[in-house]
């Protein structure tokens, strides 16, 4: 949405800067987790907890093991062990699942938006504005947003509308 620094000094001091780049490595391992938990959720709903909690101890594994090597690069390293690690978890729960379910979930629409979503976040790193020129950028992202998931199908007009009768408590 906005420059990440200039944000995070609207609540804390300068000297929390230098955490900037691990947040934004946080910021795609969140992304890749939420993709992660609907496979580990989906594999224990057919029945294959076993499965689901097997491949959460090998993502813990690897984020040790990622962390020992990448921790000398301080704060972004270990940001940046737990994103990688989530982005294998993912990968390897979507074999299992593909394995287990024998077919494989249609992420399009996951896709899709975690495009948009990285797109725009390009766009506002771009974008250089402060204090309450960071409303206006963060409103100039939600359309922009909002645009580019029209545009790819991934939310129709009666969505849309759907949105907005619930954003008006009507049903």
């Known amino acids: ?6 944000v995070l000094l609207l609540a804390f001091s300068p000297e929390f800067l230098p955490a900037v780049p691990a947040l934004e490595a946080l910021l795609f391992g ?7 938990f609907l496979l580990v959720v989906s594999m224990m709903a057919v029945g294959k907890p076993f499965r689901a909690f097997s491949i959460a101890l090998a993502v813990l594994a690897l984020q040790f093991l990622l962390t020992f090597f990448l ?3 301080g704060l972004f390293g270990i940001a940046a062990a737990l994103s990688i690690s989530l982005l294998a978890g993912f990968f390897l729960a979507l074999l299992v699942f593909q394995k287990t379910a024998g077919f494989l979930p249609d992420f399009g629409k996951a896709f899709k938006t975690l495009a948009c979503g990285l797109l725009v976040f390009a ?6 504005f402060e204090g309450i020129g960071l409303f206006f950028e963060f409103l100039i992202a939600a359309c922009l947003f909002a645009l580019l998931l029209h545009l790819l199908k991934v939310f129709s007009i009666n969505d849309w509308k759907h949105a907005l009768r619930l954003l008006g408590n009507q049903p």
């Open 71 to 73: 921790a000398p690069l």
């Open 123 to 128: 766009v506002s790193k771009a974008l250089a």
């Open 1 to 6: 949405m906005a420059n990440p620094g200039e």
């Open 30 to 36: 969140a992304s890749i987790y939420s993709l992660f």
